[in-house]
C-alpha cells in the first residue's frame, strides 16, 4: 500500500508555481475589469451553451457546462460535477474551471463545471433568484419577491438529473456561491440538502434577521451525512450599511470553532481582512480548493457504505498478459499488486465482476508495481476511482506498462 500511495503523489514544478502565479494576477484584472459590468456578459471559452426550460420559471435558464480536458478520450473516466452559481458574471465560472489544474496534488481534481447564470433585467435578476419569498424579505427589499425555491426545485428536479443522464458524473458535487450566492446555497443546505459540499464565499447571513446564521447554528446534522464547507469573509462589516453582517458572521465561525460536529461535517473559514467583498474571491476560491483537495484525498482513500457489483474489463494488446487489479478494500486486494487477477475472457480482454463500496480506488499491474498499467481511457499516474452508483461495467485499455 505504501508503494501505491508513493506512487500517486505529486509535485509541484518551478515552472507550475510560475504559471499559479500568473493565474492570480490575470484573476485580480477580470475581477476588477468585468465583475461591475453592466451588459451582459456571455462568452466562455471551450464551455458548452444549454438553455433549459423549466416548469418552475417562464423563462429559459442559462447553463454553462465546462468539461474536463480530452473527455471525448477518457471514456472509462466518471467525474464529479462543481456547479458555479452567478455564472452571468463570467469570471466566477472561468476561475472554478482553473483553478483546479494548478492546484492538482496528486487527487484527481478534473471535474464538470456548470454555470448557472441569473438574468440580469430590472425586474427579474441575481436578487429575486437568490432571496427567499417571505415578509422580511419583501420589506427589506423594497417589496421584491424573492424566487430562491423556485430555482432549488429548479437545480434539484431539472438541472442535475439533466446533467447526470448527459455527462459521465460520479455520485460527489461542489456547489460554489459568493454574496448572495452563498446565501442561496445555505438555504439549499438548510431546506433540502441538495449539494454534498459548499464553498460559501462572503454570505450575507444577517438578512430577514439572522435567519441563515441561525439556521446553521441550530440546524440537526445528520450523523451519516458527509459535508464540506469552507466560509470565507472580506471584512464586509468596514463597508457602510454591512455593518449587521459582522455579528451573525461571528456567531457561526464560533459554532464552527466550539461545537463538536458529526465525524463526516468538516466545516473551515478564513478571513480576508485586506480585501474587498469582490476582490477575495480569487483568495478565497484558491484556499478552498487546496483544502478541499486534501479533504477529498483523505477521505476518498477509504470507501464505505453500500456495496455494489462492478464489471471491470481490461483490453490489451499482448495476448499472453495477465492482468491484476489492486485497491482500496479487501475485494480489490487491499494494495496487494498480485492478489487479484482477472479472468481471461479472449485474448484482448481481461475481466472481473466484483463487489465493491464507493468510492473505489484501484491500479492494474501485470501482477507487481513495477509493471503498472496506464489506461488510454482515463487519468493516468493516479489512482483510478469508480464512484458511480447505477453504472455497472467499467473497460479501460492498456497499451503502455511501466516496465516496457
Not at 42 to 61: D, G, I, P
Not at 81 to 95: H, I, K, L, N
Not at 390 to 400: D, F, H
Request: glycine share 4%; aromatic share 14%.
Amino acid at each position: 500500500m505504501e508503494e501505491a500511495m508513493r506512487r500517486t503523489e505529486g509535485k509541484h514544478s518551478n515552472d507550475y508555481m510560475m504559471k499559479f502565479k500568473f493565474l492570480m494576477l490575470l484573476s485580480f484584472l477580470l475581477v476588477g475589469n468585468l465583475l461591475h459590468a453592466q451588459e451582459d456578459i456571455y462568452h466562455v471559452t471551450c464551455a458548452q451553451e444549454v438553455n433549459l426550460k423549466s416548469k418552475y420559471f417562464s423563462f429559459v435558464r442559462k447553463i454553462w457546462v465546462k468539461l474536463p480536458a480530452a473527455y471525448n478520450a477518457m471514456d472509462a473516466q466518471d467525474y464529479d460535477v462543481t456547479y458555479v452559481f452567478d455564472a452571468q458574471t463570467t469570471p466566477y465560472f472561468e476561475m472554478a474551471c482553473a483553478y483546479p489544474t494548478f492546484l492538482s496534488n496528486g487527487w484527481s481534481s478534473e471535474g464538470i463545471v456548470v454555470g448557472i447564470c441569473s438574468p440580469q433585467d430590472t425586474e427579474y435578476n441575481r436578487r429575486e433568484d437568490f432571496l427567499p419569498d417571505d415578509s422580511l424579505t419583501h420589506s427589506a427589499f423594497r417589496h421584491r419577491k424573492g424566487y430562491s425555491d423556485s430555482l432549488m426545485h429548479f437545480v434539484k428536479e431539472e438541472l442535475m438529473p439533466y446533467i447526470r443522464s448527459h455527462y459521465r458524473t460520479t455520485e460527489r458535487n461542489l456547489a460554489i456561491g459568493h454574496s448572495l450566492g452563498a446565501s442561496f446555497l445555505l438555504q439549499c443546505f438548510l431546506k433540502n440538502n441538495i449539494f454534498d459540499d459548499y464553498f460559501l464565499f462572503s454570505p450575507n447571513l444577517a438578512f430577514s434577521r439572522n435567519m441563515l446564521a441561525d439556521g446553521f447554528i441550530n440546524h440537526s446534522f445528520d450523523k451519516t451525512s458527509r459535508h464540506y464547507f469552507f466560509f470565507s469573509d472580506a471584512a464586509e462589516e468596514k463597508t457602510q450599511g454591512w455593518e449587521r453582517w459582522q455579528a451573525p458572521r461571528e456567531e457561526v465561525y464560533s459554532f464552527i470553532d466550539s461545537k463538536t460536529l458529526p465525524n463526516g461535517i468538516v466545516c473551515r473559514h478564513r478571513s480576508y481582512p485586506e480585501s474587498e467583498h469582490f476582490t477575495s474571491f480569487p483568495l478565497a476560491l484558491q484556499d478552498a480548493y487546496k483544502d478541499y483537495f486534501a479533504y477529498r484525498e483523505a477521505k476518498d482513500s477509504q470507501a464505505e457504505g453500500d456495496v455494489f457489483t462492478k464489471r471491470i474489463e481490461v483490453i490489451v494488446d499482448n495476448p499472453t498478459d495477465e492482468v491484476y487489479i489492486s485497491g482500496n478494500q479487501s475485494s480489490l486486494g487491499n494494495w496487494d499488486a498480485g492478489k487479484v487477477r482477472l479472468s481471461h475472457v479472449n485474448d484482448s480482454v481481461r475481466a472481473i465482476d466484483v463487489k465493491v463500496q464507493l468510492p473505489a480506488q484501484f491500479k492494474f499491474t501485470r501482477g507487481t508495481w513495477e509493471s503498472e498499467a496506464f489506461p488510454e481511457n482515463a487519468i493516468g499516474g493516479i489512482n483510478l476511482r469508480i464512484d458511480n452508483k447505477s453504472k455497472t461495467t467499467y473497460r479501460y485499455r492498456v497499451s503502455a506498462w511501466a516496465d516496457r
